[in-house]
């Protein structure tokens, strides 16, 4: 059964700890939905699921990383570890 986006494969990326979401790289961002696919399969991309200064909780999903196979989903999740910057959730004080 495919995903919101039409793409079989998905994988959300979770935050480690609480706190507000402060910053989105987009050109990193980008990477990732190129890494897994998109443009070129319409069926890949990413879905976000917080917005700048949303409060989140311990696990729960910043984006969900969606392609066709798994290779691409691999490369894309690559990307995300070894970027951490990607998005950033500083801890309430």
Do not use: C, W
């Amino acid at each position: 059964m495919a995903g919101a986006l039409g793409a079989i494969l998905r994988h959300a990326v979770v935050t480690p700890h609480a706190g507000r979401l402060t910053s989105i790289d987009n050109r990193r961002l980008a990477r990732v939905a190129k890494l897994a696919g998109a443009p070129d399969d319409k069926a890949a991309g990413l879905e976000l699921h917080a917005r700048l200064n949303q409060p989140v909780a311990a696990g729960e999903p910043l984006f969900t990383v969606h392609a066709d196979n798994a290779g691409e989903l691999d490369y894309a999740l690559a990307y995300v570890a070894a970027n951490p910057g990607i998005v950033t959730v500083r801890e309430d004080t």
